[in-house]
T-cell receptor, first 113, second 112 residues
């Protein structure tokens, strides 16, 4: 019930393509859903996040789509660039006094020039 | 601001040795977290703290201990290192009431 399932494990797209990464969760108590971007040798950095009462959020070229009834959410990267090549993690957060974060397994994205 | 800093960057331990991974943040954040990241996997929460003197277990606390005597520091202790603890360890912090976590650069630990 605490798991967050992420797919695909890896993704290769051409420059300008729109990679889509999907995540699913089971615990309806999660109340915040961030996406993190991680470059090799670095810690994850917050990219964009959404709350479950919102169906879509856009920030620049990054969009989260959220389907509360299906308990699924996805990240879309518009006009992808080689610099977007990184590992992307979805996460789900439980507010337990602290913020208990459950991460997906990650998606390695490679954008071909 | 340096943000979240971690030391050491890399360490090799022998089975049964102990060590402390250091984590310091200069953002005056109340909440701090320790995660481990195994190859090809997401991050697993080990312990977290909502303030000085308060800590709680995450998903994978076995084999680790933490303390939080100040707002700035949140050290992670391995008492009897095991090969299964070979991983990259990340410390993170967040402000009270804010879900956004800021991560340190990580400590790579190899237990042989």
């Amino acid at each position: 019930q605490q798991q967050v399932k992420q797919s695909p494990q890896s993704l290769i797209v051409q420059k300008g393509g729109i990679p889509i990464i999907n995540c699913a969760y089971e615990n309806t108590a999660f109340d915040y859903f961030p996406w993190y971007q991680q470059f090799p040798g670095k810690g994850p950095a917050l990219l964009i996040a959404i709350r479950p009462d919102v169906s879509e959020k856009k920030e620049g070229r990054f969009t989260i789509s959220f389907n509360k009834s299906a308990k699924q959410f996805s990240l879309h990267i518009m006009d992808s660039q080689p610099g977007d090549s990184a590992t992307y993690f979805c996460a789900a957060i439980l507010n337990t006094g602290g913020f208990k974060t459950i991460f997906g397994a990650g998606t390695r994205l490679f954008v071909k020039a | 601001n340096a943000g979240v800093t971690q030391t050491p960057k890399f360490r090799i331990l022998k089975i049964g040795q102990s060590m402390t991974l250091q984590c310091t943040q200069d953002m005056n954040h109340n909440y701090m977290y320790w995660y481990r990241q195994d190859p090809g996997m997401g991050l697993k929460l080990i312990y977290y703290s909502v303030g000085a003197g308060i800590t709680d277990k995450g998903e994978v606390p076995n084999g680790y201990n933490v303390s939080r005597s100040t707002t700035e520091d949140f050290p992670l202790r391995l008492e009897l290192a095991a090969p299964s603890q070979t991983s990259v360890y990340f410390c993170a912090s967040s402000d009270r009431g804010q879900e956004t976590q800021y991560f340190g650069p990580g400590t790579r630990l190899l237990v042989l």
